[in-house]
């Protein structure tokens, strides 16, 4: 049976449009760190590799490596983890350009992709789809534990206002954010769908 994230991991990638606590466990990604305006035509080529990675191993049942324990399932969304550079962090800016944005864009990987399979498809796809962003790509895992998040519908520039309601959440149920930063998961395709259409999960650690 494929294994289908929307349908049985609806607690980490399906919120509701109100925040909630939860705590998200060790997951592992293929990723990448940058820096600048997400809107530049640069970003697509970030996550271009992410999903040449991703569907790499997806494929891999047919065109190999061999894989053992494989089961189908659909690629995770893409997500992305979001800061402010240093010289804006020195400064105390917090209305900042868009272009002193660093993150760190991801594609969670399967539980039966070991190290060894990730650094081969690396390797494969470096021969069949040459691109110089493959040697900054990582095979990491990440655990958040104690999170606030929820379900954003619209434009990624409205998202202020659900952070706030977030954010009033966690002094409500005596929680304190632990870190500026801030993850997002992308459930819509900004290419196809209209801003006021996006869906986007929001989440930051608490403690």
Not at 160 to 173: C, L, R, T, V
Request: proline share 5%; net charge neutral.
């Amino acid at each position: 049976m494929k294994h289908e994230w929307k349908k049985s991991e609806k607690n980490f990638y399906v919120p509701k449009n109100k925040p909630e606590k939860i705590v998200i466990p060790k997951f592992q990604f293929y990723s990448i760190k940058g820096k600048g305006n997400p809107n530049d035509s640069f970003f697509s080529e970030y996550i271009g590799v992410l999903y040449s990675l991703s569907y790499s191993i997806k494929m891999s049942s047919k065109s190999g490596p061999f894989i053992q324990n494989y089961y189908d399932y659909a690629v995770y969304p893409l997500e992305g983890v979001w800061d402010i550079d240093e010289i804006s962090k020195a400064k105390g800016i917090k209305a900042f350009d868009k272009n002193s944005l660093v993150f760190n864009i991801m594609i969670r990987q399967p539980e039966f992709v070991t190290k060894e399979i990730a650094s081969e498809i690396i390797d494969r796809t470096k021969k069949k789809k040459p691109h110089e962003l493959l040697d900054s790509v990582q095979f990491e895992m990440i655990e958040e534990g104690a999170c606030v998040q929820m379900l954003h519908h619209g434009s990624y520039d409205d998202e202020p206002e659900s952070f706030n309601q977030m954010e009033s959440f966690a002094i409500e149920h005596n929680l304190k954010r632990k870190y500026h930063v801030h993850r997002e998961i992308y459930l819509s395709d900004a290419r196809k769908t209209i801003p006021e259409k996006l869906k986007t999960v929001l989440r930051f650690q608490v403690e």
